[in-house]
Nanobody
Framework: QVQLVESGGGLVQPGGSLRLSCAAS????????MGWYRQAPGKQRELVAV???????NYADSVKGRFTISRNNAKNTVILQMNSLKPEDTAVYYC????????WGKGTLVTVSS
């Protein structure tokens, strides 16, 4: 049974930081590409950042220089460190694992507001 569980969301003021964590269990291993996506109200789900199985990372232009994705293959976790948060970063953040098949977590809400 594959399971992705996100944590770390919450309410933060503009300019603040949050650290999201995704814990993966089941058959997910280092072959999987792991990524974070987000969906704001009334908008489509979009890529935030991804770390592929070889370790290379890719970021949405809107978060480059502010967000950092990292993975720990031994612990099957993926971290998204978010700094200098803006109100437009408000969304539900989802963890995704992809290797032939797609797996998604249920999401964690990030609200950036004063």
């Amino acid at each position: 049974q594959v399971q992705l569980v996100e944590s770390g969301g919450g309410l933060v003021q503009p300019g603040g930081s949050l650290r999201l964590s995704c814990a993966a269990s089941g058959i997910i291993d280092s072959r999987y590409d792991m990524g974070w996506y987000r969906q704001a109200p009334g908008k489509q789900r979009e890529l935030v950042a991804v770390v592929i199985s070889g370790g290379r990372t890719n970021y949405a232009d809107s978060v480059k220089g502010r967000f950092t994705i990292s993975r720990n293959n031994a612990k099957n976790t993926v971290i998204l460190q978010m700094n200098s948060l803006k109100p437009e970063d408000t969304a539900v953040y989802y963890c995704r694992a992809n290797y032939i098949l797609d797996y998604w977590g249920k999401g964690t809400l990030v609200t950036v507001s004063s």
